[in-house]
């Protein structure tokens, strides 16, 4: 409980200095915490727990649990928004924010909070292996078709291997089971440990909570789907299947994820519907912190 507290009040910290400094230097500080975040922290995180992973089967667990809930949510998105006719901004919208969860900046110190430090390697599968690569591939081409824009397959690969985390994690696969030396250990375990307090100041840094009142219904809509409906979909399915491991467990417990800053960004900066995007992606961080501890009670009472 004191992890997710302190998260909570470097959370409403970053808030707070948002509303305090003037909104040029909020913004320039949020982008050196993300580019922190991004090409320091999350591949120091990956180099030391990836590494740590147990190479069975497991390890598909949360990487086909990212990929099948984000069809199924994205299928979601589509049809109800033709069914209820939302515009079009707002369907494109949904879709950056729905399909994509907070796998990295919210779900490693969350994670870790729950599961300890045995959970990590499956976030970071989840995470990117599965959200990162998504957002990639399938993300660019829908991004291209809202925005009228041309893609390439030359420009998605690239987009892939020059994201920091993911070249660490090709080079930690081929360091499984190997143990560092204390005097690379030591610096990468404090670099990782940065990730949390880094990645909450960032998100505070962003946070909106506002949106048109026309816009209630698309905003409970993906706030049931992202927060409620996707966990309780994928813990049904392990508990079909049987698969009562820490992997299923932290994949459910990945799926009850707010929506992800990445993905929320490329809406943004698309100019779709931009404060509907902030404000989906911060409501849903705000209400995460109540719906997390709960996904994570159900996915030990049913899976463990």
């Known amino acids: 409980m004191s992890s997710i507290l302190i998260l909570f009040i470097t959370l409403t910290g970053g808030y707070l200095l948002r509303r ?7 913004e320039v500080l949020s982008l050196w915490l993300n580019r922190y975040v991004i090409y320091v922290a999350l591949p120091a995180l990956v180099l030391v727990y990836i590494p740590r992973i147990n190479p069975d089967a497991s390890v598909w667990t949360p990487v086909l649990s990212a990929w099948g809930l984000f069809l199924l949510s994205s299928l979601a998105v589509v049809i109800v928004g033709r069914i209820a006719q939302w515009r079009r901004e707002i369907v494109g919208a949904l879709l950056f924010t729905v ?13 870790r909070a729950f599961f300890g430090e045995s959970g990590l390697p499956y976030t970071l599968l989840y995470d990117q292996v599965g ?33 920091p ?17 204390s005097w690379l250990a030591v610096p990468l375990e404090g670099l990782a440990a940065s990730l949390a307090p880094a990645a909450m100041l960032s998100i505070g840094l962003q946070l909106r909570l506002r949106f048109a009142p026309h816009e ?12 409620i409906i996707a966990p309780a979909l994928l813990l049904g399915f392990f508990l079909l299947a049987g698969h009562h491991d820490l992997a299923a467990r932290v994949s459910v417990f990945e799926a009850g994820m707010a ?19 902030a404000s989906v992606l911060g409501y ?12 994570y009670w159900v996915v030990e009472s049913f899976l463990n």
């Open 284 to 295: 849903g961080i705000v209400l995460s912190f109540g719906t997390l501890p709960v996904v």
């Open 20 to 26: 305090l400094l003037p909104s040029a230097r909020g």
């Open 216 to 227: 209630t219904r698309p905003f409970l809509f993906a706030m049931l789907i992202k927060l």
């Open 259 to 277: 929506p992800m800053v990445s993905s929320a960004t490329m809406a943004i900066l698309a100019n779709l519907n931009r404060q509907f995007v």
């Open 165 to 181: 985390a993911f070249p660490a994690l090709i080079i930690s696969f081929f360091l499984i089971g190997i143990h560092y030396p």
């Open 99 to 111: 399909p994509y969860g907070n796998t990295s900046f919210l779900g490693v110190p969350f994670t």
């Open 131 to 163: 959200s990162f690569l998504i957002l990639s591939t399938i993300g660019v081409v829908v991004l291209a078709f809202y925005t009228s824009q041309s893609v390439s397959p030359i420009r998605i690969v690239r987009k892939i291997v020059t994201f």
